[in-house]
């Protein structure tokens, strides 16, 4: 073997010791972390010895407060449930002497009831004794009665029955003469104190109403400047004439009346229509076939405008809303309608303010009555074109149109076709009839009126007992004077009633007809 080299064996002897090192720090490094696991392992050891202890005490701390705390309850328990003994002992105690109470009131009633039954028994006893006694009496009187009926039979004449009958006649004439006085002061006390309230809230209502009286007719006269102007409204050959005649529907009227010139036609439309064309004519100068057309149709356009401006004016002033615009030009037309002379507008608003006055006075409904015021003669300027009369084109248009159907009622009955409905339907006839029948309002043919007093006094005559028959201020009453022995006090009430209703059937008439009768004794002897 040849020799190791120096190096080699300086490599071998580091690397050896660097083992050697190793080995010997490892173990070192080994020994200082067993030393420092088992201090840390003491260190746990003593923290959860500390912890246990610690532990310990706080429940031991808990254990004695849950125990102080239970203790407690306990005893709010106890004193809670021993409070409750005493309510409950209390109450007891409360209801054990109400019972008492209760039975004291028992055996008081009780007591009592055996007293009133005993005292019921002896009653008892009593009344059969009496029961028995008056039938006896019984028995002995209807045999008394028997034997006076006999005897009574024997004096009169007359049987049991017969004599029942007389009596029955004269008890039932005596009811029949005491009932007809009584009904008779019963009218008479109602219709004073109706009479005077109605005639204070009627004059209420009248004062207020300061309405103009008016009259008017079927002709329009126009005023012209001069009288040349008649030959142009003529025209050649009176073709001007003819051809406004034939435009309007008018009746031109020209005479020897200076500077005037008359329009006559019984529609007051066409009429007003005629006026206002010729007016425009007459200032215009122009008259013409060409022109009189052009003129007619804008006067036409203009009176159109004209009513629905015053139908809208009307309902204003009375106070009506909502009304469907062809009633507003119906109730326009009305200015241009008359009914015995009396304006159909004017008159309506009239009765419109008089009836709602007269029911503000009453509590009813004010616009209510005021709509079916205005509304009631509506049918009036219709009849000129449809069939049937006023108040049945009034209910139909009114019907049209969706009126409320007190306010139907109120055109159907101011005349008293139908019942009335209601209260407003009564003041509405009413303010009719005040608004018709004031002096100077109306007008009537003399025919008319001659006839209507002539039929007063036919209704009154065709009676029994009737004498004579006045018709007296201008028929608004009629006096009839009866025979005495025929008609007594209680047949003078049904006769003026009687009358009373045949004329309200049978004649028309405005206003209201007063029914008197008169019955009268006289005793005449001479002095020789």
């Known amino acids: 073997?040849?020799?190791?080299?120096?190096?080699?064996?300086?490599?071998?002897?580091?690397?050896?010791?660097?083992?050697?090192?190793?080995?010997?720090?490892?173990?070192?490094?080994?020994?200082?972390?067993?030393t420092e696991q088992q201090r840390a392992l003491v260190v746990a050891e003593e923290g959860a010895v500390r912890v246990i202890d610690e532990a310990k005490r706080e429940a031991e701390t808990l254990r004695r407060g849950a125990i102080v705390a239970g203790k407690e309850e306990v005893l709010q328990l106890r004193e809670s449930h021993e409070q409750d003994v005493?309510?409950?002992?209390?109450?007891?105690?409360?209801?054990?002497?109400?019972v008492l109470e209760r039975e004291a009131q028992l055996d008081r009633a009780r007591e009592s009831l055996e007293s009133r039954e005993q005292e019921v028994q002896r009653r008892g006893s009593e009344l059969g004794r009496r029961e028995t006694v008056a039938t006896s009496k019984e028995q002995d009187l209807d045999?008394?009665?028997?034997?006076?009926?006999?005897?009574?039979?024997?004096?009169?004449?007359?049987?049991a029955d017969q004599a029942?009958?007389?009596?029955?006649?004269?008890?039932?004439d005596e009811a029949l003469a005491d009932a007809a006085?009584?009904?008779?002061?019963?009218?008479?006390?109602?219709?004073?104190?109706a009479d005077r309230e109605a005639k204070k809230i009627v004059a209420l209502a009248v004062q207020r109403v300061a309405a103009e009286t008016t009259a008017e007719s079927?002709?329009?006269?126009?005023?012209?400047?001069?009288?040349e102007m008649k030959g142009r409204i003529i025209g050649r050959e009176g073709r001007n004439i003819r051809a406004f005649e034939l435009a309007t529907g008018v009746d031109v009227i020209i005479d020897d009346t200076p500077d005037t010139v008359v329009v006559?036609?019984?529609?007051?439309?066409?009429?007003?229509?005629?006026?206002?064309?010729?007016?425009?004519?007459?200032?215009?100068?122009?008259?013409?076939?060409?022109?009189?057309?052009?003129?007619?149709?804008?006067?036409?356009?203009?009176?159109?405008?004209?009513?629905?401006?015053?139908?809208e004016q009307a309902a204003y002033d009375v106070g009506v809303a909502g009304l469907h615009p062809e009633l507003i030009k119906l109730i326009g037309r009305m200015k241009w309608r008359t009914s015995y002379g009396q304006n159909i507008l004017s008159h309506s608003k009239e009765v419109a303010w008089l009836a709602g006055m007269m029911a503000a006075e009453l509590g009813l409904d004010v616009a209510l009555a005021k709509r079916g015021a205005l509304l009631h003669d509506i049918g009036k300027v219709l009849t000129h074109e449809h069939e049937g009369t006023h108040v049945q084109l009034g209910v139909e248009v009114a019907t049209k149109y969706g009126e409320n159907p007190l306010v139907v009622n109120c055109i159907a009955a101011h005349h008293d076709d139908v019942p009335h409905e209601s209260e407003v339907s009564v003041l509405v006839q009413a303010g009719d009839s005040i608004s018709g029948s004031r002096p100077g309002a109306r007008r009537e043919a003399f025919e008319t009126y001659v006839k209507r007093l002539e039929g007063l006094e036919k209704i009154a005559s065709s009676y029994r007992g009737v004498e004579r028959v006045f018709a007296i201020q201008a028929g608004r009453e009629i006096r009839v004077v009866v025979t005495p022995e025929q008609?007594?006090?209680?047949?003078?009430t049904a006769l003026s009633e009687e009358i009373a209703r045949r004329i309200e059937s049978e004649l028309q008439y405005p206003g209201q007809i007063k029914v008197v009768v008169i019955r009268e004794s006289r005793a005449v002897d001479f002095a020789r």
């Not at 005493?86 to 109400?98: G, I, M, S, T, Y």
């Not at 079927?218 to 009288?227: E, K, R, W």
């Not at 008609?487 to 003078?492: E, F, L, P």
Request: some cysteine; overall charge positive.
């Open 181 to 193: 006085s009584r009904l008779r002061e019963i009218r008479e006390s109602a219709k004073r104190n």
């Open 1 to 34: 073997m040849g020799e190791i080299p120096a190096a080699a064996l300086v490599g071998a002897l580091g690397f050896v010791a660097a083992v050697v090192a190793y080995v010997v720090g490892r173990q070192s490094w080994r020994k200082v972390e067993t």
């Open 264 to 311: 006559s036609c019984f529609d007051p439309v066409r009429r007003e229509t005629a006026r206002l064309a010729l007016e425009k004519l007459v200032s215009d100068g122009r008259i013409h076939p060409g022109r009189i057309e052009e003129v007619v149709a804008k006067a036409r356009k203009e009176v159109e405008v004209a009513i629905i401006e015053t139908g």
């Open 218 to 227: 079927t002709v329009s006269a126009v005023s012209l400047p001069n009288d």
């Open 164 to 172: 029942k009958a007389e009596l029955i006649r004269r008890l039932e």
């Open 143 to 159: 045999k008394l009665i028997a034997d006076e009926r006999r005897k009574l039979e024997q004096l009169a004449g007359l049987s």
């Open 86 to 98: 005493r309510q409950r002992r209390v109450e007891l105690e409360r209801e054990e002497k109400r």
């Open 487 to 492: 008609v007594d006090d209680t047949r003078m």
